[in-house]
Nanobody, 122 residues
Framework: QVQLVESGGGLVQAGGSLRLSCAAS????????MGWYRQAPGKQRELVAA???????NYADSVKGRFTISRDNAKNTVYLQMSSLKPEDTAVYYC????????????????WGQGTQVTVSS
């Protein structure tokens, strides 16, 4: 089993920035990818960004140029730096972990974090 602990969510004004962190623990595989999904009220859960151990990334078109995903393999931690935030970024953000070497074209998730609320005010 893999446990995911998220931090960094909160309330920010439009145009501001937040950084989310997610630390994985437990049965971490040498083959894995991590990332972030989000779900807004009335919307489907959608991929925001994902990253492999080797650094290959997959971003939603809506966040390209504004969000940056990174990871520290030694710490089994993934980060999401969110800049130029918009009200439409408001959602619960879920850390995700998958036993996969690929995040393109899709990221298959095996474990989910509990979610952290990001609210962007206009």
């Amino acid at each position: 089993q893999v446990q995911l602990v998220e931090s960094g969510g909160g309330l920010v004004q439009a145009g501001g920035s937040l950084r989310l962190s997610c630390a994985a623990s437990g049965s971490i595989s040498s083959i894995n990818a991590m990332g972030w999904y989000r779900q807004a009220p009335g919307k489907q859960r959608e991929l925001v960004a994902a990253i492999t151990r080797g650094g290959t990334t997959n971003y939603a078109d809506s966040v390209k140029g504004r969000f940056t995903i990174s990871r520290d393999n030694a710490k089994n931690t993934v980060y999401l730096q969110m800049s130029s935030l918009k009200p439409e970024d408001t959602a619960v953000y879920y850390c995700a972990y998958g036993h996969t070497i690929l995040v393109v074209p899709t990221f298959t998730v095996d474990y989910w974090g509990q979610g952290t609320q990001v609210t962007v005010s206009s």
